[in-house]
C-alpha cells in the first residue's frame, strides 16, 4: 500500500482531472485507472452559475480522496491563500503545491516553493510539493516539513517521459523512506513502467490519458504499466551486462559430431 | 458600493459577503470566497462586512492536474 501522511492508499497511480473529452470520459477513465486520488483546482465562479458543482457532486461519486492544486500560481502569496481556499472548499488538508517560476516550461520556482511549503506545513498542511528533480531542493522541501516530494520526469504535459533518470535514481537512493511520485512529464504506459522500475512509490498523471486518443483504454494501460513497474522493482531486476550469458544449461548438451 | 468580484467592478446594496453572494447570483453550494487577498471561510461569510472597494474572490472546484 501507499503510505501518505499515514493515509493508506491501494492504487499508485494518481491521476489528473483536466482536458477530458467530456465529465462521462473522465468518470470512466478515473475508474478505469483504479486511483484513490484525482488532482482538482480551484477557479472564478461565474455569477448565476453552478459550474462548480456539476463538476464536484461527479468527482464525489467517484468515491475517491481529493488532492487539490495551486496550479497557476506565481508567488508564495498566490499559492497560501489559493491552498488556505482549497481547504475550505474541499474540506481536506492535502495540497498539491504549484509556484510557477517559468512560463514557458512551467519549471517551478523552487525557492518560492520552498517557502510556501515551509507557511503550509505551520499552517497545518499536508504539502505535496510539485518540485523538479533536484536533489538539494528535495532536502530543502523535506526540511520545510513535507512528508512527500513530487518531482517531474519532464515539463508538465510534454509527454517527453524520464529525461534525467540518473536524477530521478538519485532522489530514490538518498530518500529511501520518502515516498516519491513523479509528477508531470508522463506520455506513455512505458514512462510510467520505467519511473516505477526505479522504485518511485507512484506516478501522478493527466495529460497522457486525458489527450489520448481513447482516455479510458489509456488509463487502464497506465494502471498496468504502473503495477508492472512496481513488481518488477520489488523482485529486484536483473542488471544489465556486457556480455551474453545463455539461459539454457551448457552442461549436458549433445555432441553431434 | 462598488466591489471587486472576480476582477470585474460591480454595484450591490448588500453590506454582508454571504448577501452579496445572493444578490449577484453566486447560488453553487461549493464556493470559496477571499476578500482583499484573505480568506473568508464559508462558516464567517453571513457576518462579514465589506467596504467599499473591496476585492471579493469567488472560486469554486475545477478540473485540475
Redesign the interface.
Known amino acids: 500500500m501507499l503510505d501518505l501522511y499515514g493515509e493508506q492508499i491501494a492504487s499508485r497511480l494518481l491521476l489528473g482531472t483536466a482536458q477530458y473529452p467530456s465529465p462521462a470520459v473522465l468518470a470512466e477513465a478515473v475508474k478505469a485507472s483504479g486511483t484513490g486520488i484525482v488532482t482538482v483546482s480551484l477557479r472564478r465562479e461565474t455569477a448565476g452559475g453552478k459550474s462548480g458543482d456539476g463538476f464536484w457532486s461527479l468527482i464525489q461519486s467517484l468515491g475517491v480522496r481529493v488532492l487539490p492544486n495551486t496550479a497557476g500560481c506565481h508567488t508564495v502569496k498566490e499559492a497560501v491563500l489559493t491552498a488556505h481556499m482549497a481547504r475550505d472548499l474541499f474540506r481536506t488538508d492535502w495540497i498539491k503545491l504549484e509556484v510557477i517560476g517559468n512560463h514557458d516550461s512551467l519549471q517551478p520556482d523552487v525557492f518560492a516553493l520552498v517557502e510556501a511549503a515551509r507557511i503550509l506545513t505551520q499552517d497545518g498542511f499536508k504539502v505535496f510539493p510539485y518540485t523538479t528533480d533536484d536533489l538539494v531542493v528535495a532536502e530543502r522541501l523535506l526540511e520545510a516539513g513535507c512528508e512527500v516530494l513530487m518531482p517531474w520526469c519532464a515539463p508538465i504535459g510534454s509527454a517527453m517521459g524520464p529525461v534525467n533518470p540518473y536524477a530521478l535514481r538519485s532522489l530514490r537512493g538518498h530518500f529511501p523512506a520518502v515516498p516519491l511520485i513523479v509528477d508531470a512529464g508522463i506520455g506513455r504506459p512505458s514512462h510510467a513502467c520505467s519511473v516505477m522500475e526505479l522504485g518511485f512509490d507512484a506516478v501522478l498523471l493527466n495529460t497522457a490519458v486525458a489527450k489520448a486518443g481513447d482516455p479510458v483504454e489509456m488509463a487502464a494501460a497506465f494502471a498496468e504499466a504502473v503495477n508492472a513497474g512496481h513488481r518488477g522493482y520489488r523482485a529486484q531486476m536483473l542488471e544489465p551486462r556486457d556480455f551474453a550469458v545463455p539461459s539454457t544449461p551448457v552442461i549436458g548438451k549433445a555432441v553431434f559430431s | 458600493m462598488r466591489l471587486i ?3 470585474e467592478p460591480r454595484e450591490v446594496t448588500a453590506q454582508g459577503l454571504g448577501e452579496v453572494l445572493a444578490e ?11 476578500v482583499n ?3 473568508v ?2 462558516a464567517e461569510r453571513a457576518g462579514f462586512v465589506l467596504s467599499d472597494g473591496d476585492r471579493v ?9
Open positions: 468580484i472576480n476582477g449577484l447570483e453566486f447560488t453553487g453550494d461549493w464556493l470559496a470566497t477571499a487577498s484573505q480568506l471561510p464559508a474572490e469567488i472560486l469554486t472546484p475545477k478540473q485540475g492536474g
